[in-house]
T-cell receptor, first 114, second 112 residues
Framework: NAGVTQTPKFRILKIGQSMTLQCTQD?????MYWYRQDPGMGLKLIYY???????DKGEVPNGYNVSRSTTEDFPLRLELAAPSQTSVYFCASSATSKSSYEQYFGPGTRLTVT | QQQVKQSPQSLIVQKGGISIINCAYE??????FPWYQQFPGKGPALLIAIRPDVSEKKEGRFTISFNKSAKQFSLHIMDSQPGDSATYFCAASLGGFNKFYFGSGTKLNVKP
């Protein structure tokens, strides 16, 4: 049971390039989330999904896109990368149980846009 | 508008002391208040959580105190240990599953 895995761990992008951050969970969780973490700013929700085929915007969705074709995978797409997207990105998942709302986080992807 | 405000930004405590981190929230509809612990290079991990129908929850050395009328909650770490040195985030959510709002984090350093 690997939990939540993210690839790549590190990436440097040039302004205007695009890339996809991969996220996979093997816990059969319906809920998945993408956050960005900036220094001193905590975590901001980018997008979330309540199940395959269903996604919704979080606090800071501009410049990003997501898709959820399977329960396991929730990729985050950056189009036309900008320096403001330099951050650490975390994917998380949670089960649909009212006894526990615990979110399980992946190890993160550190992205630098120059 | 920041939904959850956390303080202090950093905290230094001697081994064996008590670490206290505070959070305040705006939305009275929030119904779930977790605390996450994050070590360098790792993702956050759930430490302890509380719902607004109780005023305190204790798990080992970690206690959440919740004041619904003041819209505040805090994390107390008793007998702090060097292994507790990490960044701590409070959070709040509506309905549990969807939008979580995180505080800005507190970097705790427990000196031996």
């Amino acid at each position: 049971n690997a939990g939540v895995t993210q690839t790549p761990k590190f990436r440097i992008l040039k302004i205007g390039q695009s890339m996809t951050l991969q996220c996979t969970q093997d816990m059969n969780h319906n809920y998945m989330y993408w956050y960005r973490q900036d220094p001193g700013m905590g975590l901001k929700l980018i997008y979330y999904s309540v199940g395959a085929g269903i996604t919704d915007k979080g606090e800071v969705p501009n410049g990003y896109n997501v898709s959820r074709s399977t329960t396991e995978d929730f990729p985050l797409r950056l189009e036309l990368a900008a320096p403001s997207q330099t951050s650490v990105y975390f994917c998380a998942s949670s089960a649909t149980s009212k006894s526990s709302y615990e979110q399980y986080f992946g190890p993160g992807t550190r992205l630098t846009v120059t | 508008q920041q939904q959850v405000k956390q303080s202090p930004q950093s905290l230094i405590v001697q081994k064996g002391g008590i670490s206290i981190i505070n959070c305040a929230y705006e939305n009275t509809a929030f119904d779930y208040f977790p605390w996450y612990q994050q070590f360098p290079g790792k993702g956050p991990a759930l430490l302890i959580a509380i719902r607004p129908d109780v005023s305190e929850k204790k798990e080992g050395r970690f206690t959440i105190s919740f004041n619904k009328s003041a819209k505040q909650f805090s994390l107390h770490i008793m007998d702090s240990q060097p292994g507790d040195s990490a960044t701590y985030f409070c959070a709040a959510s509506l309905g549990g599953f969807n939008k979580f709002y995180f505080g800005s984090g507190t970097k705790l350093n427990v000196k031996p």
